[in-house]
């Protein structure tokens, strides 16, 4: 499985726990906590994406130099 798929089958997951409090009259997961709960995952991924996608540790560093070296840079 990866990693999208994981992700898939959580949301879900709790889905389907929602849905069911919900049914046995539970109050619902309140709104403010999955926005805030978005924002926070949202903001994780988009700061490991960019981390990812350039040249800022060391590896990627090592791996500009190769590109250069290449002529593919």
């Given amino acids: 499985m990866d990693r999208s798929s994981v992700a898939r089958f959580v949301v879900l997951v709790v889905a389907v726990i929602n849905a069911v409090l919900?049914?046995?009259g539970y109050q619902t997961?309140?709104?403010d906590f999955v926005?805030?709960?978005?924002?926070?995952?949202?903001g994780a991924w988009f700061?490991?994406?960019a981390w990812k996608n350039n040249y800022l540790s060391k590896?990627?560093?090592?791996q500009k130099e190769q590109l250069k070296r290449a002529g593919l840079d």
Avoid at 35 to 42: C, F, I, Q, T, Y
Avoid at 59 to 62: A, C, L, M, N
Wanted: without cysteine; hydrophobic residues 50%.
């Fill in 22 to 24: 919900n049914l046995v």
């Fill in 29 to 31: 997961i309140p709104d």
């Fill in 35 to 42: 926005n805030d709960l978005v924002a926070v995952v949202s």
């Fill in 47 to 49: 700061i490991w994406a």
């Fill in 59 to 62: 590896k990627g560093q090592k």
